[in-house]
């Protein structure tokens, strides 16, 4: 009787602390157990690390604004952040630059079987079938964003951006 007392003791103490990680990890699908707020991530290098969504607002070569938040998606964070911009500071930027990070309407294609093609080496480097994701809007967009960033103002704009 005591060994199954023990055995339910130590059952409990899993148990609420199972309960308790649920609980810290609230609506994302994952947490961190030395940054509870921090969900996992995907960064550049493929990697899984525990992190922020971190973005800043310049204007003029000054940081007139910057925030944080918990969500991978750059693309739902960016209206957010300008409306809170908009509330902190009493006025809208009226010009947005952002990278293509904060682009996020794709078309997924993917080829069905790329096994004994000979032009898979030159495809692909994945051990997977070739895969791309494609915008649509953004392909209908590029010619007028090329007019934009090649003017004089897209121009300055790219350089103000790129300081720091």
């Known amino acids: 009787m005591k060994e199954y007392r023990k055995k339910l003791k130590v059952c409990i103490k899993k148990l609420q602390k199972y309960r308790k990680q649920r609980e810290n990890r609230g609506n994302c699908n994952s947490y961190s157990k030395t940054d509870p707020d921090a969900p996992f991530m995907r960064m550049k290098d493929e990697t899984l690390k525990a992190a922020y969504n971190v973005r800043a607002a310049v204007e003029g070569e000054y940081l007139t604004g910057a925030g944080s938040c918990a ?3 750059d693309g739902a964070n960016l209206k957010p952040f300008l409306e809170r911009l908009k509330v902190t ?17 794709v078309t997924v294609y993917e080829c069905e079987d790329c096994e004994g093609c000979p032009l898979r080496e030159r495809c692909t480097a994945s051990q997977k079938n070739r895969r791309m994701d494609v915008s649509k809007k953004l ?6 964003s090329e007019e934009n960033i090649k003017g004089d103002e897209g121009i300055l704009l790219r350089a103000n951006r790129s300081t720091g």
């Open 71 to 73: 969500t991978p998606n």
């Open 89 to 105: 500071l009493g006025n809208v930027h009226e010009q947005v630059t952002v990278d293509a990070g904060y682009e996020s309407e």
């Open 139 to 144: 392909l209908a967009f590029c010619d007028e």
